[in-house]
Structures are given as C-alpha cells and as structure tokens.
C-alpha cells in the first residue's frame, strides 16, 4: 500500500478562522486561504500533519477537527478530508492532521498511562548528569494511528512542534547565552519523551512516523556541539539498537554559504542580521516503512518540478516555512 504523507508549518493558520469557527471568506485571510488550497490540491495528500493549526478550546466548543473540515468544505469542496486533533496546546497554535477516510482510518490514540500522558509533566535527565529535571510539552504531541480501511495498523504517527531556539526578548549576552542553554535543554527533554514513546511503540513490533517543525536540524550550532547531540539526532535514536533507529525521508542536507540545503525555512540571524536557510521541519520514518520519495516543496529548490513551479507565489507566500512530503510504502 502506497501513500502520500506530508507535514507542513501553516503559520498562523488560526487566523484564517472567525471566532466562531466559521472560515473567513473576505480580506486576506481569504487570498491566504485560497493559496492553502491550492497548495494541498497540488500536493494532494493522503495524510496531512499541520503545524499551527486552528485552535481548540478546552471546554470543546470550538475544535480543529471542526475547523479544518469546515474550512475543507468551503476552500477544497471537491475533496474529502477529514481532520483530527489531539490534546489543547496552551497556547493559540494547534498541532492536527487531514486525511482521506476512502484511504485511511485515523485514530487518536494517546498514551494514557499516568506520568507518561504528553499532555503532563515528564522527568528528563538532559544533562546526562544522573539528575532528572521537569519538563512540559508546550503544544502536546498528537499520536495518531494510521489504519488501513480494512483497520489493519500501518503506522503510529507523532506531529510534533517542540520547543522554539528563537529569543525574543531584548537581553545582553550573557543574558542570551543563558536562555539559549535553557531553551536548549528543554528541546532536548521534549524530544527525549518523544523518542521513549517512540521506543515503545517499536518494541511492541509497530512501524512509527515522527513528523513536524523540530525547530532542530542535523549538526547546525555552537549548542549541539557544546551538548554532542541535536533534538533531530534525539529523535532518530540509539546508534547501539541499529533496527530502531529512524530515517529522514530527505537526501542528507549540505551546508552551504547560505546555510542549509535542502531547507524548508529562512530566519535572520538575531547576532549578525543574516539571513540564513535551516531545515527544521522533518518526516522522520521507522525501518519498515519504505521511502519512495521525500522532497521540501521549496520552489527555489526543486525547479523541476512543474507541479511545485506552479505554485511558486503561494508556497512563498502562505507560510514562512515549506512543507515536507513524502511518499511511503506500507
């Protein structure tokens, strides 16, 4: 069984929504939701995890699942989807998926073991010192099922947006470096509960799919070196159980003048005001699942692609990053 998967940082996508859930349908919000969808129409996934998402209230009276489906039925009436979420982040931005019900069967299916909920606090040893420290996911991870239609398990699937390196506010140097290990540390232990709830589902014989904006690449700062790890490197797993470790869906990024390649985003430099290209947002996929294909939908990168030229002005202009996509054998 073939599927297309992909993940992508809609920036923001909440506010493509009245706050009564409808859709907006005038302003900009309508020229940005018309280039979503011609995006996902292009794209024309089985499964899409969405990054910043439309958010959910707590008292459940206004959802992303909603959200999504009545945003689908105005903007994509020709197509299908179903949506899905999780636990509410604490925040404004939601982490919730897509899919074809004709292709697939999606489950939430959290952990719901005390201690071991995403949506708790969690003790992480992050400094490899014997000492653990308390830890919270911001924005909950979503654990999803990917089901066959006949409800054979495909996959166990985890849209993750952790912890952000960025530093807002105005502070000195050493004010900077402080926050930059806290902020650090917490991306570290974020993505450390992720890789155990990985590991279990591995060890139960389960195929397992990591998707979503990390905020982390591949060896990229002072930090990870400082460390001798990266968030990425975390969730792919322990080099000593070879048969767990998970793969990049993308060719291996080069580091060029510019930064990163392939990247699916552009941030400035808040010491030297360069802009610089990392590659944050990843599809992180078990062994078992083969990879047909794995590309950033970056129309500065893939130029020969006519689907992904031909969407060159939306693509730069819905989100400040690209989506991720994939496709998979089953």
């Not at 996934?45 to 439309?54: A, C, K, T």
């Not at 899905?84 to 939430?108: M, R, T, W």
Request: aromatic letters at 10%; a neutral charge; charged letters at 25%.
């Amino acid at each position: 069984m073939q599927l297309k998967i992909g993940v992508y940082n809609i920036a923001w996508m909440r506010d493509l929504f009245e706050s009564n859930g409808n859709p907006k349908t005038t302003g900009k919000e309508e020229i940005k939701s018309r280039q979503l969808a011609d995006i996902i129409r292009g794209m024309d996934p089985d499964f899409l995890g969405i990054v910043e998402g439309p958010d959910t209230l707590v008292n459940g009276s206004k959802t992303s699942t909603q959200q999504l489906e009545a945003w689908v039925a105005h903007y994509l009436p020709d197509k299908t989807f179903k949506g899905i979420h999780g636990y509410p982040s604490a925040g404004q931005q939601e982490l919730c998926a897509l899919y074809k019900p004709d292709k697939l069967n999606v489950l939430f299916t959290p952990e719901t073991k005390e201690g071991d909920r995403f949506n708790q606090p969690f003790l992480m040893d992050t400094t490899n010192r014997m000492i653990k420290e308390q830890y919270q996911h911001y924005r909950p991870p979503l654990e999803l099922s990917l089901l066959a239609p006949d409800n054979r398990l495909l996959s166990r699937v985890i849209i993750a947006h952790t912890k952000s390196k960025g530093i807002f506010d105005k502070v000195d140097y050493a004010r900077f470096e402080q926050l930059s290990q806290r902020d650090r540390l917490r991306l570290f232990g974020e993505c450390m509960h992720i890789r155990e709830r990985c590991d279990q589902y591995l060890s139960k014989g389960q195929q397992v799919i990591v998707m979503g904006d990390i905020n982390d690449g591949f060896e990229l700062d002072f930090h990870e070196n400082r460390f001798s790890k990266s968030a990425v490197e975390i969730l792919l797993g322990d080099l000593w159980k070879p048969e767990w470790v998970l793969r990049s869906t993308l060719p291996r990024p080069k580091l060029t003048a510019h930064g990163w390649t392939p990247y699916s985003g552009r941030f400035k430099d808040r010491i030297t005001g360069d802009i610089f290209n990392v590659l944050i947002d990843h599809i992180l996929v078990s062994q078992g699942l083969k990879v047909l294909k794995g590309q950033v939908w970056n129309p500065f990168l893939e130029k020969n692609d006519p689907v992904i030229q031909s969407l060159k002005t939306q693509l730069a202009q819905v989100s400040d990053h690209y989506p991720i996509y994939t496709e998979l054998e089953f």
